[in-house]
């Protein structure tokens, strides 16, 4: 199901002032797979994402995305190969209305040369597209949920949004950056489905996740980070079989709660 | 223990006319067209006829000086609510504008029918230029740099005693007549002010609006923001630099006194009077405060006192400003209701 490495991590490291965030992390992504990576608290796993993503520059090491070096390059660069992310503060354009928020990835270039959408004819097809993305990622077409201003919205549905951002930009790939936090359970019950819809449409994901239940439902493989370094990475099971996992997750809710599922 | 005032409250209902969607109009009745045309076509002949009636030689002056004005206030509203960049430097714009043009006139001969569109796209691409840097800058910052820009000019002009010193350049050529004169920058002011309201509400604007919003979420769209930006900024110090030439040409001379305050602070209190972000309250804060300053002239500096209240009081009690209010009143009725 899955093929060859199309995003590879090598040595990564950044340090904030004193602080080590990462520490010469490496790691692969192959193409169309999930990798779920999980960690405690100030892991270094939001840092990680942004390294990836040019948000923020390594301190050292290299990522590479289809062989080519992508190190240090603009956010928009990176965004316009096709690596897209979610925030997990979320981001939406609070001010307009939330089927607007989609008619600005519409307009980035990545979005006009991948064609698939119509470009935006005078009538406003971009906003004809906007409203299918949003479908897809389960806004109700005749609601009048797509067109109320986005600050109105519930978190679920702000989570959504910032998926469809990246749908917008037919991405290769989406990093997750916990979409799944700060939902209720039936919420994540609707989103797991649409997470495994995206990977049968061939993206890549990189998922990131306090919600281990979930992650390993939908995951291929997981990886750990604690304090910035790389514990382990493997399968759901190898994974929480390592005692070092268990060590850097002691007292955690999140494992308990997986381990009384197990 | 309700009193008689505490029993009624003000209600508002929207007149319910909607008509407006996406760059369509679905027109019912002439009723519903006059309605959305009226306030549009008051401004405009309103504009056009305003010198007509203003008596002397003077007044008329006044409505092209407030029309400058305008100009400038469009541009600083354009930037501050539909970009986020709250630029002080709209002396800047007008000073490069005024100098531009009148190089242009008087050391190359350009008449200044042509060299007011050259000095507006040149001056906007300089401009353009020398702020790229400070396009990374939010807020406060962006602000305090693009204060320093005009300042720094008229002390370079002054110090190293380049195009006219402190004399300012003379002997620049009026336009051609009287008329086109006064109307050249009232036909200007309408222009841009309805170029930018339609710009502001295509695909292009909404990115703008995005980036002022939230501009990391722009980026992880595969937008370059600083193009954007920079785009933005041309167009706003272009309009800038239309009015400085305008204004070069109607005093027939220029000089350091362009990069003065005034042609920064100004602009924006007339903004916070007309309200910001509906760039046609710039316009009417400009008709209201330069006159009004002309009034006040004859008390010397004890018109700042004046002035200084007079924005006291629209920034404590009318803080959405004119347009807004006057938006709401024609909008919706209004009627006390008892409770
Ligand atoms: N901009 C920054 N400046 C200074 N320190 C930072 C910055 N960003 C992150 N850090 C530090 O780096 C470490 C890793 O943070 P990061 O946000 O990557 O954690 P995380 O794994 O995403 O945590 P969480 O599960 O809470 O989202 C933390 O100790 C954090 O305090
Ligand atoms: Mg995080």
Same mark, same amino acid.
């Given at each position: ?120 004819? &005078? !009538?406003?097809?971009?906003?004809? /597209? +906007?409203?299918? @993305? $949003?479908?897809?990622?389960?806004? %109700? ?69 306090? &919600? !281990?239940?979930?992650?390993?439902? /939908? +995951?291929?493989? @997981? $990886?750990?980070?604690?304090?910035? %370094? ?33 | ?339």
């Amino acid at each position: 199901m899955t093929g060859e490495p199309i995003l590879q991590i090598k040595e990564v490291t950044k340090t904030f002032g004193g602080i080590i965030a990462l520490n010469r992390v490496s790691f692969e992504v192959n193409r169309g797979e999930i990798l779920g990576i999980i960690g405690p608290n100030g892991s270094g796993k939001t840092t990680i994402v942004n390294c990836i993503t040019g948000f923020i520059k390594a301190t050292s090491g290299h990522v590479y995305f289809h062989g080519k070096e992508i190190t240090g390059k603009p956010p928009h660069k990176i965004a316009d190969l096709g690596v897209t992310r979610t925030f997990q503060i979320m981001r939406p354009y609070y001010s307009l209305p939330a089927y607007k928020n989609l008619v600005i990835p519409l307009c980035s270039p990545r979005a006009r040369r991948t064609g698939g959408w119509r470009g935006g004819g &005078r !009538l406003g097809d971009r906003n004809t /597209v +906007s409203i299918d @993305i $949003m479908e897809e990622i389960g806004f %109700e077409r005749d609601s009048y949920v797509p067109y109320k201003t986005t600050s109105t919205l519930p978190t679920g549905y702000l989570k959504r949004l910032e998926l469809a951002r990246c749908l917008a930009l037919k991405p290769e790939m989406i990093i997750c950056d916990e979409v799944f936090s700060g939902l209720s359970m039936s919420e994540i019950a609707s989103m797991v489905p649409l997470i495994e819809r995206l990977q049968m449409d061939g993206i890549t994901l990189i998922m990131i996740e306090h &919600r !281990l239940r979930e992650l390993f439902q /939908v +995951s291929n493989r @997981i $990886m750990v980070l604690n304090f910035g %370094e790389k514990l382990v990475e493997g399968s759901a099971e190898e994974v929480m079989a390592d005692p070092r996992v268990k060590e850097a997750y002691f007292g955690s809710e999140d494992i308990e709660e997986v381990m009384s599922h197990a | 223990m309700n009193t008689a005032a505490q029993q009624r409250r003000k209600e508002r209902i929207d007149r319910g006319i909607k008509v407006r969607t996406d760059g369509l109009y679905a027109l019912m009745s002439w009723r519903e067209l006059a309605y959305l045309i009226a306030p549009r076509s008051i401004l405009i002949v309103g504009l056009l006829i305003l010198p007509l009636v203003m008596p002397g030689r003077y007044w008329p002056r006044v409505i092209s000086i407030a029309c400058i004005y305008a100009l400038v206030a469009m541009s600083f509203d354009f930037l501050a609510h539909y970009v986020g960049l709250v630029s002080l430097g709209g002396a800047f714009f007008v000073g490069i504008g005024s100098y531009l043009s009148a190089i242009l006139n008087t050391s190359l001969g350009l008449p200044p029918l042509i060299a007011v569109p050259v000095a507006t796209l040149a001056g906007g691409a300089f401009c353009t230029l020398v702020l790229l840097p400070c396009l990374p800058l939010r807020g406060v910052y962006f602000a305090i740099v693009t204060l320093m820009y005009p300042l720094f000019m008229a002390r370079l002009i002054e110090a190293l005693d380049i195009v006219g010193g402190t004399d300012g350049i003379m002997g620049i050529d009026s336009f051609p007549s009287a008329w086109i004169e006064q109307y050249g920058v009232i036909v200007m002011v309408l222009i841009f002010l309805f170029g930018l309201r339609r710009l502001v509400n295509t695909d292009f604007g909404l990115v703008l609006r995005a980036v002022k919003d939230n501009d990391q979420a722009v980026k992880a769209s595969g937008m370059n923001i600083t193009r954007y930006k920079a785009l933005a900024v041309f167009i706003a110090s272009a309009t800038g630099c239309l009015a400085g030439a305008c204004l070069a040409h109607i005093y027939m001379w220029t000089g350091i006194s362009t990069f003065a305050l005034d042609f920064s602070i100004l602009p924006i209190a007339a903004t916070v009077i007309g309200g910001s972000g509906t760039l046609v309250g710039p316009v009417l804060g400009c008709l209201i405060l330069v006159p009004v300053s002309e009034l006040l002239r004859d008390f010397g500096t004890l018109r700042i006192v004046f002035y200084s209240l007079i924005l006291l009081a629209f920034v404590v009690f009318r803080s959405d400003g004119l347009m807004a209010y006057g938006q709401r009143k024609y909008d919706q009725f209004e009627r006390w209701t008892k409770i």
